[in-house]
Structure formats: structure tokens, C-alpha cells
């Protein structure tokens, strides 16, 4: 089976999404995701520019091969364009060897260790009261897992809190928005939402709180040990990850597990992380790690050190990667959880696809390869917008992360 044929699809269902579809001299088609929010064209770019022209020709089953000529044949290795676009072409060729077995991609991949992928949903609002209203909306879904964002008295807006609560899109104007941060406003709110929450809620349903990346360490510290009586599942990138020994001084406070990861792009990226067990969960994803191949890697690496997986997937991961992630998710024997945002009915009808959500948990379904499909006449529809990511500043003007 060579491939014959690739080409790289941009359409904007409501946001923009980025595919790759591979064809090969047997007819069969695979896809792979390639969107990298804000950064979309620069992915189609490199795929159009650097990778099609040298995978025409090649063996569409020497998935491990290909990898590894993408990866150490790119002298400027790894960063988020590279491997997004790495990413595209190991989920395709992953769609194609499953459909080429006529089988679903989990099988491939060792096939299913649990009987579906319990997933989290998002739960916000402008403030307590209302993110707890969101919560038992999520509940009465059948939600086994969710996590809370609460506005902060004080501040016009903040990170995870949207007027539309199914599909929040942080990506919005050509030039990022600016958006004002204080920490010492928010760090009482979310020990008052957990209380809240719990009260509400009870303690059947795991809690989870994404920081995205706002605190120091020792804020961070803090932050943890005020959650422990409310025993969030867990505390999500309370500080940015660059210095990942920095994490020691995190675990020296808290309890609270921690989780990691969404915007890595390599194993090397949570070596130390995972090595040392800082972490509890692993965030990264099949789109921008590198694609099913390099995830697993990660995933063995981090089941030595009892480190879970906690894949990321906002809705600017498209159901291409939904797809892809809940067959890893699948059969991989340290799976944690996986994030579930749904997309738009626009989006979900651009990539029709096989997986189902029932009682709180996802299957990816019996589909031959990942089971995620692509209408391009319906893409066609959806020309591509430009759209940046926010950025941050403090109160004083000084930029922070957002
Ligand atoms: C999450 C993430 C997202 C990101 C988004 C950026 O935990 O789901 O933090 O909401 O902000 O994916 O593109
Ligand atoms: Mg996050």
C-alpha cells in the first residue's frame, strides 16, 4: 500500500480546523488533525511545504519509519508546528492500516483494556452560584467527571468561562484580545467554589480545576493544600512547565494530584516531570505530540512511574483527534481520563464520525480505523478565518501567561 496522494483541508465550522488526508494506490484513505490553534496556517504550511512532497511514493505501512524520518530527518526538530504536522500524518497512516486490517484502531493497538473512556466535561460560569448550576446540568447528562471555572470578583473576564457553556472558544479577533489577570483575586475563589461545589454536588462526581498556567509555584502550593478537603480528581497547570523541577516545590505543599501537559509536544518535554513523579496526569495529546506513535511512548514511559494519562481535548481539537485519542485512551493500561468538550453541530457534521457518548463515558466505536471521516464538500463551506489566542496582562500592565 503506497501512498499515492496528500493533501491538507482548512475549514472554519464555527472555528478552524486543519486535516490531513493521505491516499494511498489501494484506494484507502486515512486522516490525520493538524490543528494548532491561532498557529493553523503555519501546520498547513509546513505539511504542504516540507512533509507531502517527501512521503509520495512511500510504504503506508511503515508507520514507525516514517516517524522517524519526519522527526530526526527535520534537522530543527520538535515545537508545536513540527509535531503537529508529524502528529497528522502518524494519526492517517494509524486510520489506514486499522481500515486496511478492517479493523477499529484499538484493536491495532492491543485492544480494549476498559469497557469505555470516562471523560470530563466543563462546568462554568460568571460566578459560584451559576458554575454549580452548570455542574448538575453536566450531572443530569450522565457526566462521571467535571470541571469547574468560576468568573473572579473583580475581573472582566477570565480563563474557562464562556457564554456558550457546550462550546467555549477561547481563539477569537485577528489580534489576540487582552485580558486583565490578579492572582489575588482568584486565589480565594477557588476553595469557595469547591466548597460550594461539594455541598451541591456531593462526592460522587469527580471535580477538576484548570489554573492555565497563572500561578508561581508556591501559589501554586497553596492553592493545592487549600483544595485537599474538597479532594479535587485534579489541580490542571497551576504554573507554566518550562522548569519542570520547579514541580518539586509544589509536591513539597500539596496532595493534590496534579495534571500536565496540553501544550507539550514531546517526551522530553515531561521527562523529569514523570521520572520524578511530580505529576499525576500526563496532558499531552495525540494532535500535538507527535500522534499516536510518540504518545505512546509517553504514556509507557509515565506507566513506570504510575503517572495516568489525561489527554487534553478542547474543542480546538477537532474529532479527528477525538477519534484517534479514544482508541489510544482505549487500550492504553494507564489511562486516567479524557477531556471532552463537544464541538459545534456544524463541526460534528463537517467529520462525521463513530464515536457515542453514554453514562458519563466515550466509545470510540467499531468503525474500521479511527472512525472519523471528513464531507469536503460541506468543508468548502466553511472558508478559513483568521483567529489569535488571547494574551494576558497584569494589573499593572506587565504581561503575564495566559
Ligand atoms: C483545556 C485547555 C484549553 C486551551 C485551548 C487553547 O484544558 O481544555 O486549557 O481550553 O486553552 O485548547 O487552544
Ligand atoms: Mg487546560
Partial sequence: MKIKSARVVVTCPGRNFVTLKIETDTGLTGLGDATLNGRELAVASYLSDHVIPALIGRDAQAIEDIWQYLYRGAYWRRGPVTMTAIAAVDVALWDLKA??????????LGGACRTGVMVYGHANGANIAETIEEARRYQAMGYKAIRLQSGVPGLASTYGVSTDKLFY?????????????????????????????????????????????????????????????????????????????????????????????????????????????????IRATVVHAGGVTHLRRIATLADLYGVRTGCHGATDLSPVSMGAALHFDLSTPNFGIQEYMRHTAETDAVFPHAYRFEAGDLHPGDAPGHGVSIDEDLAAKFPYRPASLPVNRLEDGSMWNW
Avoid: C, M
Fill in 99 to 108: 481500515k486496511q486490517a478492517g479493523l477499529p484502531l484499538y484493536q491495532i
Fill in 169 to 281: 472558544e477561547p481563539a477569537s479577533a485577528i489580534l489576540p484580545v487582552e485580558n486583565l489577570w490578579s492572582t489575588v483575586k482568584y486565589l480565594p475563589t477557588v476553595p469557595r467554589l469547591f466548597e460550594a461545589a461539594r455541598e451541591a454536588l456531593g462526592w460522587d462526581v469527580h471535580l477538576l480545576h484548570d489554573v492555565h498556567h497563572r500561578l508561581t509555584p508556591i501559589e501554586a502550593g497553596r492553592l493545592g493544600k487549600e483544595l485537599e478537603p474538597y479532594r479535587p480528581f485534579w489541580l490542571e497547570d497551576p504554573t507554566p512547565a518550562e522548569n519542570q523541577a520547579s514541580f518539586r516545590l509544589i509536591r513539597q505543599h500539596t496532595t493534590t494530584p496534579l495534571a500536565v501537559g496540553e501544550v507539550f509536544n514531546s517526551i522530553w518535554d515531561a521527562k523529569q516531570l514523570i521520572e520524578e513523579q511530580l505529576i499525576d496526569y
